[in-house]
């Protein structure tokens, strides 16, 4: 038994210096069988790596944003509309929540002196929210709770507000007019804002006022959109159901009242969408595979015909069929195996090349090349069996004939 | 008992054509001892061809009894054909058909190769081969760079690394020039004079001449032709 496998190891040694003889010896025709092979893998990887980088950015941000928080919008029914301030305080005062955040939102028409813009989007907001996002404020102060309980007129504002509306003027402690109202200007927003969670649920505002104002300003009484923030301690999963109850206790467990969201089941969603994506494209590419796999085959069917002469020679000097046959197949897995790697190369380089210029994460995906040298090696080995297997059933009086 | 060296009894070869049927060899017996020299000689389709397939373990007869060194030849399959072929037969042909990529030194190891001989051997007993043949200066040499004798003389030093029971040469010099020829079965008469089984397939009485012992081959049938040489 070891002495059988020690010959098949010097045996495979032998078909490997001889298959290196014959690719170099057709160095043209190998180049292109190789070339169908390297495209093929090479858009596999690329395809799988880049995609995972992509997942793999989209999912940390939204899980930087969106860990343990759920967002609900209320339609409400007949009785009641939306949550009141007290509503909001007894879900406050819930164990599994740490804060609510509402949202109320409105468009109005902005001015200062003669500047002026309409359909500015203003949002209202309550302390915690600027407790939760402390980066939120790059100037000035937050809205405080005495802001809140005063429904006073104060507002922050974003970069772009402040050019617009005071070139050349410290804003703070300034006037602003929101729907013809006077505002004091209290703080400044940082920058990067817009990749809040909140702004991404309900749009990004250039105007925060506390949510009580805000509330006064749309005419209303109840909140509509709110988010909440979990305590230590408790999954999406868990907080949604203790939420949910009760929300239906509020709405008197009318149906269709309200609607919970959950971050982590958006991420879900969006990475078993990416997952398929990345399937089908992978999918796609492996058409290109099986191409290169019939382009081996082709040579390798055309190199038996060609070197009929030489199988028969090697038969009448006493080869075995399978070792005849184990040398036409080294050589075509050889060349499907050069491709393979090359292709490994050129497919990350590629998939580099792409992340850099999407800017997201570019990970080696060791799964991708495993993959990749896989799928070659497999391809190499089906492809290269047919003829390898026409190698060496070959007569050798036949083949000595066509001499 | 001494083993039986070479006997073929009531061989005959039958190839299906259609409805009819092609008699190619019809009991053919023919006995060869160790250290003989024999010619075969036969013009073109006279079966000869098949009778060295059959001689050279390529092929097994439709009918009769082969024993080649001891082992009945007849019913074996292929696998036991190719052993056979690796340890007791060394071929040489007519176009020496040495592998254009591969070195004269090279195209000696092969069979070597497949009858599983370690590296430094292998070259050890290839360059020990191609000297005897007078070949040790082109041993690096590719076959387009040798003149046709050389390769011929690659050819036979091939065919004998093995250190096969018999050489079974077709045709050796059916595509050399009449010197060459000549210097080739001065190599094979040598080799016999130093005890090789020498086994020549030809259709040329000249060449033929240079065995010990002739047979003739006409229409299948074998003919001793007696001793054709000048022993």
Redesign the interface.
């Known amino acids: 038994m070891f002495k059988k496998v020690m010959q098949f190891l010097r045996m495979l040694r032998e078909c490997f210096v001889m298959s290196v003889h014959n690719i170099l010896g057709s160095r043209m025709r190998s180049f292109l069988t190789i070339l169908g092979i390297l495209i093929g893998v090479a858009a596999v990887i690329a395809l799988i790596t880049t995609v995972s980088g992509f997942s793999g950015s989209l999912s940390d941000s939204f899980s930087s944003m969106g860990a343990g928080t759920l967002t609900v919008s209320v339609s409400g029914s007949e009785l009641k509309e939306g949550l009141s301030s007290a509503d909001l305080d007894t879900l406050t005062a819930m164990d599994c929540v740490r804060g609510v955040t509402p949202t109320v939102s409105l468009k109005a028409r902005v001015s200062r002196g003669d500047a002026y813009e309409s359909s500015i989007s203003v949002s209202g907001r309550n302390t915690f929210y600027f407790r939760e996002n402390s980066e939120l404020v790059s100037r000035g102060r937050a809205i405080t709770p005495v802001d809140e309980s005063n429904m006073s007129y104060v507002c922050l504002i974003t970069p772009e507000m402040m050019e617009t509306f005071f070139f050349g003027v410290d804003p703070l402690g300034e006037t602003l007019y929101i729907s013809g109202i006077p505002f004091q200007v209290i703080g400044i927003l940082s920058d990067d804002t817009t990749e809040s969670l909140t702004s991404l649920t309900s749009g990004s505002s250039d105007i925060l006022v506390p949510y009580t104002t805000a509330m006064r300003l749309n005419n209303v009484n109840v909140v509509t959109s709110f988010t909440v923030y979990l305590a230590d301690g408790y999954d999406s999963e868990t907080g949604t159901t203790l939420l949910e109850e009760e929300l239906d206790r509020m709405f008197s467990f009318e149906e269709d009242c309200f609607t919970v969201t959950n971050m982590s089941g958006v991420e879900d969603t969006m990475e078993s969408m990416l997952n398929m994506v990345s399937a089908l494209l992978a999918g796609i590419a492996s058409i290109a595979l099986v191409v290169g796999g019939i382009g081996i085959m082709n040579m390798m069917l055309t190199t038996v015909t060609e070197r009929t002469v030489e199988i028969g020679l090697k038969k009448a000097l006493g080869a075995l069929p399978w070792q005849i046959q184990t040398q036409f197949l080294m050589e075509s897995f050889m060349l499907s195996m050069i491709g393979g790697i090359v292709g490994i190369l050129i497919g990350l380089i590629l998939s580099y090349t792409l992340c850099t210029v999407m800017e997201t994460d570019f990970a080696i995906s060791v799964g991708a090349i495993a993959l990749g040298a896989g799928f070659s090696a497999a391809v190499g080995i089906i492809f290269g069996w047919a003829p390898a297997r026409k190698a060496s059933k070959l007569n050798p009086i036949d083949a000595l004939r066509s001499m | 008992m001494m083993q039986e060296f070479f006997r073929m009894t009531g061989i005959h070869k039958i190839y299906p054509l259609g409805d009819e049927e092609l008699h190619v060899l019809k009991d053919i017996n023919l006995h060869i001892q160790q250290g003989e020299y024999l010619s075969i000689l036969g013009p073109s389709g006279s079966g000869k061809s098949t009778l060295m ?1 059959i001689i ?1 373990c ?2 097994t007869p439709s009918q009769g009894s082969y024993i080649l060194h001891g082992r009945q030849v007849d019913d074996m399959n ?2 036991d054909l ?2 056979l ?3 007791e037969i060394g ?1 040489v ?1 007519q ?1 020496s ?1 040495l ?1 254009p ?2 070195t004269a030194q090279q195209n000696v190891e ?2 070597l ?4 001989v370690s590296t430094r051997e292998r070259r050890r007993r290839a360059q020990e081969m191609l000297e005897r043949v007078g070949l040790s200066d082109r041993m690096g040499h590719y076959p387009n760079q040798l003149s046709g004798g050389q390769q011929q003389r690659v050819a036979i030093a ?1 065919a004998l690394v ?1 250190n096969p029971s018999i050489l079974l040469a077709d045709e050796p010099t059916g595509a050399l020039d009449q010197n060459t020829g000549k210097q080739v079965m001065q190599l094979f008469r040598s080799l016999n004079d130093e005890g090789r089984t020498v086994i020549m397939i030809t259709h040329d009485m000249n060449v033929a001449a240079n065995a010990r012992r002739t047979v003739h081959i006409i229409d299948g049938e074998l003919t001793e032709g007696g001793d054709a040489g000048n022993v």
């Open positions: 397939n050279g390529l092929d292929e696998k190719a052993r072929r690796s340890k071929f042909f176009n058909q592998l990529r591969l092969l069979p190769i497949y009858a599983d091939r093995g």
